[in-house]
């Protein structure tokens, strides 16, 4: 337990990699308290070496409640200070350029179904129940075999996945440590975690420190779907 919680630590995902901030941004758009964000995270990214989670931008602006810091970080990509790059802990990146001067074409939603909760007590449900939902092209960005389930509870905060999240995964035969996965537990329940292998099992790590993470016998987990994407609930 000790060394994956070292190695935990040295691996940890960083949730805003910050570029440099471009001319043609122009911050006078924001908030105060977007631009108070925006700012500890160009500074924090540039003194420490690595992106700041959201209680680290909690801390920094004197904020107390991490989920006002996520609806600013959100605030900031729609505004097109920041972006995500969907992949492993759904990093969080400047953008570059004018942005202000460029038109996206038109780009084509798909449907693709929707399972339900990531809740423990029941596996995905089957796919004849499957309800549709629509994905715009920025999220689903042309791949195959993508589902959507729905958060439920607190254990990947630290990755800026929420409760009452939408989360778009990919069922595929290749997973590796540190991706952010769906597994199966003894064909019962169903969680979100990082997923890491080594002599000792199968490892399912949650991203939120008042939690531990867990270790299982190979036969006792199926791994569903690799996180490629989220969705903010309304």
């Known amino acids: 337990m000790a060394q994956i919680a070292s190695n935990?630590?040295?691996?940890?995902?960083?949730?805003?990699?910050?570029?440099?901030?471009?001319?043609?941004?122009?911050?006078?758009?924001?908030?105060?308290?977007?631009q108070k964000v925006l700012q500890f995270v160009e500074q924090f990214s540039t003194k420490e070496?690595?992106?700041?989670?959201?209680?680290?931008?909690?801390?920094?602006?004197?904020?107390?409640?991490?989920?006002?810091?996520?609806?600013?970080?959100?605030?900031?990509?729609?505004?097109?200070?920041l972006d995500r790059e969907h992949g492993r802990g759904n990093n969080i990146i400047r953008r570059d350029g004018d942005i202000s001067s460029v038109e996206e074409p038109p780009r084509s939603a798909?449907?693709?179904?929707?399972?339900?909760?990531?809740?423990?007590?029941?596996?995905?449900?089957?796919?004849?129940?499957?309800?549709?939902?629509e994905l715009p092209q920025t999220i689903h960005r042309d791949k195959e075999d993508l589902f959507v389930l729905r958060v439920k509870g607190d254990s990947m905060t630290d990755d800026s996945i929420l409760d009452g999240d939408l989360v778009v995964l990919q069922s595929k035969g290749d997973y590796r440590?540190?991706?952010?996965?769906?597994?199966?537990?003894?064909?019962?329940e169903v969680t979100l975690k990082e997923l890491r292998r080594d002599r000792e099992g199968v490892w399912l790590i949650p991203h939120n420190p008042n939690l531990s993470p867990h270790c299982y016998d190979p036969e006792r987990i199926q791994i569903q779907g690799v996180l490629i994407g989220v969705m903010r609930a309304c």
């Open 110 to 133: 798909k449907i693709f179904p929707f399972y339900g909760d990531v809740a423990a007590g029941s596996p995905l449900m089957p796919d004849t129940r499957a309800m549709p939902i």
């Open 177 to 188: 440590n540190g991706d952010r996965v769906v597994a199966l537990i003894d064909r019962e």
């Open 8 to 34: 935990k630590k040295r691996k940890k995902v960083d949730m805003f990699r910050f570029f440099s901030q471009d001319k043609n941004m122009k911050t006078t758009n924001l908030t105060r308290s977007q």
């Open 49 to 81: 070496g690595r992106s700041p989670t959201l209680k680290d931008i909690a801390a920094g602006v004197g904020c107390t409640a991490v989920s006002t810091i996520h609806r600013h970080i959100t605030h900031l990509i729609g505004k097109g200070f």
